[in-house]
């Protein structure tokens, strides 16, 4: 079995920058590559978005609209995915769900298998205030 749990939500103003995390235990093992490890956000129950993706090769994904403002990345020894976001603005605020899974390795993928995907966390909550 495996889990992974996100932290580093909080309430801050537009423009500001947040540093997420998502420790991964268990089988889950980033530096071997395993699993593909993402980040979701949901706004709302309608509104889920593929934020960042790395694949199996260690290639990274964004999202379109937020390429240039949020960069992922990982610490392999740790076994940690970080979420790094600038220039926050109030639209970014949202539950933020690091994800995990060993075939869906791209942002479509995950998205359109979001409840077959291995492994999810329950969420860290960003708030952006204007």
């Known amino acids: 079995q495996g889990q992974v749990v996100e932290s580093g939500g909080v309430s801050v103003q537009a423009g500001g920058s947040l540093r997420l995390s998502c420790v991964a235990t268990?089988?889950?093992?980033?530096?071997?590559?395993?699993?593909?490890m993402g980040w979701f956000r949901q706004a709302s129950v309608m509104e889920r978005e593929g934020v960042a993706i790395?694949?199996?090769?260690?290639?990274?994904s964004y999202a379109y609209s937020l390429k240039g403002r949020f960069t992922i990345s990982k610490v392999n020894a740790q076994n940690i995915l970080y979420l790094q976001m600038d220039n926050l603005e109030p639209e970014d605020s949202a539950m933020y769900i690091c994800a995990a899974d060993r075939h869906f390795c791209t942002i479509a993928k995950m998205s359109e298998y979001y409840y077959g995907i291995d492994y999810r966390g329950k969420g860290t909550q960003v708030t952006i205030s204007s």
């Open positions: 790395f694949d199996s090769s260690g290639d990274i």
């Open positions: 268990g089988k889950i093992d980033i530096t071997y590559s395993n699993y593909c």
